[in-house]
């Protein structure tokens, strides 16, 4: 691992902003799915989880500011182009259950996909760091594991 010089400190805000990124991701993708949705329980389901990264968010924009950076308000191209897709599924599918949870579950994917490429970088991170880092992705995977096994019942149920 790198030791915490200028150039180490910087992309390690790099990194937390790249995490700030894919749950503003989440936020916006969640927050066109309770649109997408005339269903209270999956309305509910996507506010929590919206909810959790707008939790994350907060954390690791503190941290990134006390590194001396400046969080990023912006979302990753991969993000957009997710809620573009999800937005012509719901288009053509009539809202459907099953294809808002495919699209969510395909959106988690990603998350916990960049959360795991931070976590095997490189970069040394402060142990508190680390921790709050592995402590979101675990609160990520424990939302996905809810979106799979919705879909998954909408699976069984045809």
Known sequence: METITKTATEKLISQLNNLVEINNDRIQGYEKAITETEEKDLKFLFRNMADHSRSYKNELSKEITALGGKPT????????????????????????????????????????????????????????????????KKEIQRDHNGIKSLHDSCESEM
Do not use: H
Request: hydrophobic content about 40%; aromatic content about 8%.
């Open 73 to 136: 308000e912006g979302t990753k191209n991969t993000g957009k182009i997710f809620r573009a897709w999800m937005n012509m599924k719901a288009t053509l599918t009539g809202k459907n259950r099953k294809e808002i949870l495919n699209s969510c579950e395909f959106g988690e994917d990603a998350a916990l996909e960049a959360y795991d490429l931070v976590l095997n970088s490189t970069i040394a991170f402060r142990p508190s760091i680390s921790k709050m880092i592995r402590d979101q």
